[in-house]
Protein backbone atom coordinates (compact mmCIF):
# COMPACT_ATOMS: atom_id res chain seq x y z
CA UNK A 1 0.00 0.00 0.00
CA UNK A 2 1.63 3.03 -1.35
CA UNK A 3 0.49 6.72 -2.63
CA UNK A 4 3.76 6.94 -4.52
CA UNK A 5 4.06 7.00 -8.42
CA UNK A 6 5.70 4.37 -9.69
CA UNK A 7 8.82 6.79 -10.31
CA UNK A 8 8.87 8.07 -6.90
CA UNK A 9 8.74 4.35 -5.66
CA UNK A 10 11.59 3.26 -8.08
CA UNK A 11 14.22 6.62 -7.37
CA UNK A 12 13.32 5.74 -3.71
CA UNK A 13 14.24 9.00 -2.83
CA UNK A 14 11.79 10.89 -0.31
CA UNK A 15 12.05 13.27 2.77
CA UNK A 16 15.73 13.38 4.48
CA UNK A 17 14.09 11.81 7.10
CA UNK A 18 15.16 14.47 9.53
CA UNK A 19 11.39 15.88 9.93
CA UNK A 20 11.12 18.17 12.98
CA UNK A 21 14.67 17.54 14.29
CA UNK A 22 16.00 20.73 13.95
CA UNK A 23 13.14 22.65 15.23
CA UNK A 24 12.64 20.48 17.92
CA UNK A 25 16.49 20.19 19.48
CA UNK A 26 16.44 24.11 19.52
CA UNK A 27 13.65 23.98 21.90
CA UNK A 28 14.89 21.08 24.16
CA UNK A 29 18.45 22.87 23.95
CA UNK A 30 16.51 26.36 24.61
CA UNK A 31 14.82 24.72 28.01
CA UNK A 32 17.98 23.17 29.33
CA UNK A 33 20.00 26.42 29.02
CA UNK A 34 17.70 28.31 31.26
CA UNK A 35 18.70 27.05 34.33
CA UNK A 36 22.61 26.05 33.49
CA UNK A 37 23.03 29.71 31.85
CA UNK A 38 20.95 31.36 35.36
CA UNK A 39 23.16 28.98 37.30
CA UNK A 40 26.58 30.33 35.60
CA UNK A 41 25.88 33.74 35.68
CA UNK A 42 24.93 33.60 39.68
CA UNK A 43 27.54 31.06 40.39
CA UNK A 44 29.98 33.29 39.13
CA UNK A 45 28.80 36.66 41.15
CA UNK A 46 28.83 34.36 43.85
CA UNK A 47 32.89 33.97 43.68
CA UNK A 48 35.65 35.56 46.42
CA UNK A 49 37.59 37.00 43.67
CA UNK A 50 37.89 36.17 39.90
CA UNK A 51 42.11 35.72 40.01
CA UNK A 52 43.20 32.60 38.11
CA UNK A 53 43.44 30.36 41.47
CA UNK A 54 39.91 31.25 42.66
CA UNK A 55 38.62 30.15 38.72
CA UNK A 56 40.70 27.35 39.10
CA UNK A 57 40.03 25.97 41.91
CA UNK A 58 35.92 26.49 41.30
CA UNK A 59 35.85 24.76 38.06
CA UNK A 60 37.92 22.05 39.60
CA UNK A 61 35.08 21.05 41.88
CA UNK A 62 32.70 18.24 40.22
CA UNK A 63 29.50 19.55 40.49
CA UNK A 64 30.58 22.81 38.58
CA UNK A 65 33.07 20.64 36.13
CA UNK A 66 30.35 18.67 35.15
CA UNK A 67 27.09 21.62 35.42
CA UNK A 68 30.00 23.68 32.86
CA UNK A 69 30.37 20.71 30.23
CA UNK A 70 27.00 20.46 30.17
CA UNK A 71 26.06 24.11 29.82
CA UNK A 72 29.00 23.85 26.99
CA UNK A 73 27.94 21.95 24.98
CA UNK A 74 23.98 22.97 24.92
CA UNK A 75 25.19 26.38 24.40
CA UNK A 76 27.19 25.56 21.15
CA UNK A 77 24.66 23.37 19.80
CA UNK A 78 21.86 25.76 20.41
CA UNK A 79 23.81 28.53 18.87
CA UNK A 80 25.13 26.55 16.12
CA UNK A 81 20.76 25.57 15.23
CA UNK A 82 20.31 29.16 15.18
CA UNK A 83 23.08 30.30 13.43
CA UNK A 84 22.31 27.37 10.64
CA UNK A 85 19.04 28.63 10.36
CA UNK A 86 20.06 32.62 10.03
CA UNK A 87 22.12 31.90 7.20
CA UNK A 88 19.90 29.49 5.73
CA UNK A 89 18.00 32.95 5.36
CA UNK A 90 19.81 35.61 4.22
CA UNK A 91 22.17 33.06 1.68
CA UNK A 92 22.02 30.75 -1.08
CA UNK A 93 24.05 28.80 -3.30
CA UNK A 94 28.06 28.54 -2.77
CA UNK A 95 27.53 31.29 -0.27
CA UNK A 96 25.77 29.34 1.70
CA UNK A 97 27.51 25.94 1.63
CA UNK A 98 30.74 27.66 2.24
CA UNK A 99 29.19 29.86 5.37
CA UNK A 100 27.64 27.05 6.81
CA UNK A 101 30.75 24.47 6.82
CA UNK A 102 32.27 27.38 8.39
CA UNK A 103 30.17 27.84 11.04
CA UNK A 104 30.17 24.42 11.68
CA UNK A 105 33.57 24.12 11.91
CA UNK A 106 34.12 26.94 14.24
CA UNK A 107 31.05 25.74 16.75
CA UNK A 108 32.80 22.30 16.82
CA UNK A 109 36.23 24.19 17.20
CA UNK A 110 34.66 26.05 20.00
CA UNK A 111 32.85 23.56 21.45
CA UNK A 112 36.10 21.13 22.05
CA UNK A 113 37.91 23.71 23.12
CA UNK A 114 36.05 25.07 26.16
CA UNK A 115 35.40 20.85 26.85
CA UNK A 116 39.24 20.08 26.40
CA UNK A 117 39.69 23.79 28.85
CA UNK A 118 36.98 22.57 31.45
CA UNK A 119 38.61 18.76 31.76
CA UNK A 120 41.97 19.74 32.04
CA UNK A 121 41.24 22.40 34.93
CA UNK A 122 39.14 19.55 36.61
CA UNK A 123 41.70 16.75 36.09
CA UNK A 124 44.61 18.59 36.65
CA UNK A 125 43.98 20.56 39.93
CA UNK A 126 43.74 19.12 43.29
CA UNK A 127 40.72 20.17 45.79
CA UNK B 1 10.95 31.00 -17.84
CA UNK B 2 11.99 33.16 -15.45
CA UNK B 3 8.84 35.11 -14.24
CA UNK B 4 10.06 38.08 -13.31
CA UNK B 5 6.99 40.18 -13.00
CA UNK B 6 5.63 37.55 -10.16
CA UNK B 7 4.21 39.44 -6.88
CA UNK B 8 6.20 40.50 -4.31
CA UNK B 9 6.09 40.52 -0.77
CA UNK B 10 6.47 44.68 -0.31
CA UNK B 11 9.29 45.90 1.26
CA UNK B 12 9.46 46.00 4.78
CA UNK B 13 9.56 49.99 5.14
CA UNK B 14 6.26 49.70 4.60
CA UNK B 15 5.17 48.34 7.73
CA UNK B 16 3.84 50.20 10.73
CA UNK B 17 6.41 50.12 13.82
CA UNK B 18 5.38 47.01 15.97
CA UNK B 19 6.64 46.12 19.21
CA UNK B 20 6.52 42.53 17.86
CA UNK B 21 8.50 42.45 14.75
CA UNK B 22 11.10 44.57 16.67
CA UNK B 23 11.52 41.85 19.08
CA UNK B 24 11.34 39.17 16.33
CA UNK B 25 14.12 40.33 14.36
CA UNK B 26 16.45 41.35 17.99
CA UNK B 27 16.04 38.11 19.15
CA UNK B 28 17.61 37.26 15.91
CA UNK B 29 20.20 39.72 16.45
CA UNK B 30 21.08 39.11 20.15
CA UNK B 31 21.25 35.35 19.10
CA UNK B 32 24.09 36.05 16.63
CA UNK B 33 25.65 38.48 19.48
CA UNK B 34 25.46 35.47 22.36
CA UNK B 35 27.11 33.11 19.25
CA UNK B 36 29.86 35.33 18.89
CA UNK B 37 30.36 35.42 22.95
CA UNK B 38 30.93 32.19 22.55
CA UNK B 39 34.72 32.80 21.76
CA UNK B 40 35.14 34.95 24.57
CA UNK B 41 33.69 32.20 26.98
CA UNK B 42 36.43 29.98 25.21
CA UNK B 43 38.88 31.99 25.40
CA UNK B 44 38.07 32.46 28.90
CA UNK B 45 38.10 28.48 29.72
CA UNK B 46 41.21 28.23 27.50
CA UNK B 47 43.24 30.58 29.85
CA UNK B 48 42.42 29.50 32.85
CA UNK B 49 43.78 26.49 31.75
CA UNK B 50 46.44 27.58 30.15
CA UNK B 51 47.62 29.13 33.36
CA UNK B 52 48.36 32.40 35.58
CA UNK B 53 49.75 34.32 32.74
CA UNK B 54 47.54 33.40 30.06
CA UNK B 55 44.44 34.08 32.04
CA UNK B 56 45.59 37.67 33.06
CA UNK B 57 46.15 38.63 29.81
CA UNK B 58 42.15 37.73 29.09
CA UNK B 59 41.03 38.76 32.30
CA UNK B 60 43.09 41.84 31.45
CA UNK B 61 41.19 42.59 28.47
CA UNK B 62 37.49 41.57 29.70
CA UNK B 63 38.41 44.25 32.70
CA UNK B 64 39.02 46.93 29.94
CA UNK B 65 37.24 49.42 28.81
CA UNK B 66 36.13 47.87 25.49
CA UNK B 67 36.01 44.14 27.58
CA UNK B 68 33.39 45.49 30.21
CA UNK B 69 30.96 47.36 27.02
CA UNK B 70 31.09 43.82 25.36
CA UNK B 71 30.15 42.33 28.61
CA UNK B 72 27.89 45.09 29.24
CA UNK B 73 26.08 44.30 26.17
CA UNK B 74 26.36 40.68 26.17
CA UNK B 75 24.88 40.44 29.76
CA UNK B 76 21.39 42.84 27.98
CA UNK B 77 21.67 40.37 24.72
CA UNK B 78 21.43 37.13 27.04
CA UNK B 79 18.63 38.62 29.17
CA UNK B 80 16.55 39.53 26.35
CA UNK B 81 17.18 36.36 24.30
CA UNK B 82 16.70 34.08 27.22
CA UNK B 83 13.57 36.32 28.58
CA UNK B 84 12.30 36.45 25.15
CA UNK B 85 13.26 32.54 24.28
CA UNK B 86 10.47 31.81 26.99
CA UNK B 87 8.13 34.27 25.51
CA UNK B 88 8.28 31.84 22.36
CA UNK B 89 8.78 28.55 24.61
CA UNK B 90 4.70 29.58 25.67
CA UNK B 91 3.90 30.07 21.90
CA UNK B 92 4.86 27.04 21.25
CA UNK B 93 3.10 25.64 23.96
CA UNK B 94 0.06 27.17 22.51
CA UNK B 95 -0.56 29.93 24.57
CA UNK B 96 -0.65 33.70 24.17
CA UNK B 97 -1.37 34.07 20.62
CA UNK B 98 -3.79 36.86 21.01
CA UNK B 99 -2.90 40.19 19.26
CA UNK B 100 -2.59 42.16 23.00
CA UNK B 101 -1.02 39.36 24.81
CA UNK B 102 2.25 39.64 22.79
CA UNK B 103 2.38 43.15 22.97
CA UNK B 104 1.99 42.88 26.84
CA UNK B 105 4.31 39.50 26.44
CA UNK B 106 6.63 42.16 24.28
CA UNK B 107 6.95 44.76 26.70
CA UNK B 108 7.38 42.44 29.72
CA UNK B 109 10.66 41.16 28.04
CA UNK B 110 11.60 44.44 27.08
CA UNK B 111 11.18 45.94 31.10
CA UNK B 112 12.35 42.51 32.49
CA UNK B 113 15.53 42.47 30.42
CA UNK B 114 16.38 46.14 31.40
CA UNK B 115 15.57 45.30 34.63
CA UNK B 116 17.85 42.22 35.59
CA UNK B 117 20.77 43.68 33.42
CA UNK B 118 20.94 47.23 36.26
CA UNK B 119 20.69 44.14 38.83
CA UNK B 120 23.26 42.10 37.57
CA UNK B 121 25.79 45.49 37.24
CA UNK B 122 24.59 46.82 40.56
CA UNK B 123 25.75 43.26 42.03
CA UNK B 124 29.21 43.77 39.89
CA UNK B 125 29.79 47.07 41.06
CA UNK B 126 29.07 46.67 44.98
CA UNK B 127 31.10 43.52 44.56
CA UNK B 128 33.74 46.07 43.30
CA UNK B 129 35.52 43.60 40.86
Known amino acids: MTIKTPMARALGLGSAKSGTEHWWMQRVTAVALVPLTLWFVIALLGLEGLDHGAVTAWIARPVTAVLLLLLVATLTYHSFLGTQVVIEDYTGGATRVITLLAARFLHVVVAVAALFAILKIAFGTDT | ?129
Request: glycine content about 12%; aromatic content about 12%.
Open chain 2, 1 to 129: MDNTNRPLSPHIGVYRWRITSTLSILHRGTGVALSLSTLLLAAWLLAAASGAAAYQSVAGFIGSPPGLLILLGGSYAFFFHLGNGIRHLFWDAGMGFEIEQTRASGWTVVAASIVATAVLWAFILASGS
